[in-house]
């Protein structure tokens, strides 16, 4: 199947500045892409260009078929948009937005009524927008990109400065556009987020993506470490431990022993070693790593600094 | 269609206004009110006044207001653009399928509508102090003005396009347009001034709005002015090629 988005080469500057290098991608149809990165990585510069509000100096992108600078229109149509730090008219209500955001579109906009209720609107929709709460906001910024039901959803660090419920529940709104067949394109500084959501995401640094991949593909490539914690009253585990294939490392702690070692069978090894051993242990943990590290591998530095 | 969302929109920005309390005062009841208690104050005087003054006061003070409201129309449409400039709604807006001309074309007319509904009001209020015998077109002078508006405001969209940031479109905006209002021939006719200012006065477009309301509401035939016309709608478009080549969306 043909890819929903298709990025090739593209560069953008501003001034002497440049934002984005020789970025190239492809995001499928029904998946959820994530681009992440630091602040300042070219990650809404990226985004602004594919939904047309930005030209590239260089490279070409095609967004469902169209060419996003000269069908600009066109392909607004068939987009729904969230951008980053975006607002309302400070008293324009909940359903003056939506009903507006309805009227633009040449096809007709899905029910308003029954949007706002699937986002826990519905009881704020005659709210004005400077009077809502940053996940109300967000909400709300995610109904009008629905409005039109749009085949491709731009969410533009849709949950930055939100509490960790609110997180959660925007979260599962995005998994329900994707049960919904359509495909989404987000960006995202946050680890946790881009792991929990993403089928596939680019890092991005520096205006270069550095690798694209599934998150645990990502992980199993370039952080192959494993780590199981447990705890043994056995005086036989220690050495037993450090006779497993791929062991690196084995620390001893009281009775609490910290076996390193890599590979995707490690953990399976650890158990293998137990049984066989007949080692009774009265706690086990693995400690995997996450995107977290593969961005701290990649870059040198963790994503927060 | 290009207007698709217009109504929409332009009903949503007159909802929007009506609920910003000190918008709506400043800009409707505000003028009215002054225009009262002026009123009352030279009332007795009126009777009996010198022929300059009653000049003044019979076409100079409503061209005058006239104006006064359309500048302040154009302000606030500079300062709205340049807010939602500033707090990314107009970026919001733009990553739909809304063309700009729509967006701009709907806060033209509210602020239309602002200046139509506030003269109306102007002029309710003043029949009383109007002495008896002064019948101006009002129904022609109200098109004057809108013309008059329309061609000010497009002025606006080009301050709205080059001004930085809200806190400075408000000064910029009066620092240009009020000093026209000194050159426009209302206090001093046009022919009066020396050759260089004559000169300047022609460049400014607001001479022709200033001609143009004295002359309809001294009753003049629209075919006699034909000119200012000319020179607001020749105003209206230059402006508003300028401000599309120019104009930002963040």
Known sequence: ?305 | MMLRGLWKLTWVEIKIFLREPMGAFGAIVLPVLVFLVAGRVAGGRLSTPSLAASNFIHVGLPVLASLLIAINAVLSLVTIICIYREGGILKRLRATPLRPQTILTAHVIVKLMLTAATLALLVLAGKRYYPVGVHPPLFSFTIALLISTWSILSIGFLIASIVPTARFAQPIGGFIMYPMIGFSGLFVPVAALPPALHAVARALPLTYAVALLQGVWNGDAWSAHVGDVAALVVVFVVCTALSAKVFRWE
């Open chain 1, 1 to 305: 199947m043909r890819p929903v988005i298709q990025v090739s080469g593209v560069r953008k500057t501003y001034g002497p500045t440049v934002a984005v290098d020789e970025v190239s991608f492809e995001v499928n149809d029904g998946e959820i892409f994530g681009l992440i990165g630091p602040n300042g990585a070219g990650k809404t510069t990226t985004m602004e260009c594919i939904e047309g509000l930005r030209t590239p100096d260089r490279g070409t992108i095609t967004v469902l078929g169209l060419d996003p600078f000269r069908q600009v229109y066109k392909l607004q149509e068939r987009i729904g948009v969230q951008l980053q730090q975006a607002q309302l008219q400070k008293r324009i209500k909940v359903w003056e937005a939506v009903d507006l955001w309805a009227s633009l579109y040449r096809k007709k906009a899905i029910d308003g009524a029954r949007l706002l209720e699937q986002l826990g609107l519905t009881d704020k929709r005659d709210a004005w927008f400077m009077n809502l709460s940053g996940g109300q906001k967000q909400r709300l910024f995610i109904a009008l990109a629905l409005i039109n039901d749009p085949d491709l959803v731009f969410l533009d660090e849709l949950t930055t400065g939100l509490d960790p419920q609110s997180r959660r529940a925007i979260w599962d709104l995005v998994r329900g556009i994707r049960e919904r067949g359509k495909t989404v394109f987000l960006t995202t500084h946050l680890m946790e987020e881009a792991e929990r959501l993403c089928d596939r995401v680019a890092i991005i640094e520096h205006g270069r993506i550095i690798d694209i991949d599934k998150p645990e593909k990502l992980v199993g490539r370039h952080c192959p470490e494993r780590t199981v914690v447990l705890a043994t009253d056995d005086p036989r585990a220690e050495e037993s431990f450090r006779a497993i294939p791929g062991v690196e490392a084995v620390t001893r702690a009281d009775l609490r022993f910290t076996i390193r070692g890599r590979g995707d069978d490690f953990v399976t090894e650890v158990i293998h070693c137990l049984s066989e051993n007949r080692i009774r242990v009265t706690d086990f943990r693995t400690i995997l790593p996450n995107l977290e590290d593969v961005f701290l591998k990649l870059t040198g530095h963790s994503i927060r600094e």
